[in-house]
């Protein structure tokens, strides 16, 4: 995250033809990346002030986003990354791409163990068969 972070701040920058319509489109994926990992959190029971709060043991969250995707905190941060990149500039995109591979395989271990500890995981896998973002991926 610090490196996509960082490289926005180094050349090359987007054409200037698309300067103006890459920051629209960055501030428009950027707040909905950052809405959507504020909703994530709530859902798991706190506020980012509070996140994590402790969840009862056995409790699978099934509310707010993670009705339609299993890692909407990831999804979100992807957003939100790839709203800096269009803002930014190319460079990002790579470490945007790295994260991205970075969180679904992180997303497949966690997976691993979630159906290990809740049993009913894998009906609300095969029920919310998107990974990050709700309605897309």
């Known amino acids: 995250m610090a490196a996509a972070i960082g490289l926005g701040f180094l050349p090359p920058e987007w054409p200037d033809s698309l ?13 909905l990346g950052a809405n959507l990992v504020y909703l994530a959190a709530r859902a798991l029971g706190g506020s980012l002030s509070t996140f994590p709060r402790p969840r009862q043991q056995g409790e699978l969250v ?34 945007v791409a790295a994260l991205a591979v970075l969180w679904l395989g992180k997303s497949r271990l966690e997976e691993r ?19 990050f973002v709700p309605f897309i991926a």
Do not use: N, Q
């Open 19 to 31: 300067d103006r319509p890459l920051d629209w489109a960055g501030a428009a994926c950027a707040i």
């Open 62 to 95: 099934v509310r707010g986003p993670y009705r339609w995707a299993r890692h909407p905190i990831y999804g979100g941060g992807i957003l939100f990354f790839l709203g800096w990149a269009l803002y930014s500039g190319p460079l990002v995109l790579l470490a």
């Open 113 to 131: 163990l979630l159906a290990e500890r809740y049993p009913d995981y894998e009906a609300y896998r095969r029920e919310t068969p998107r990974r």
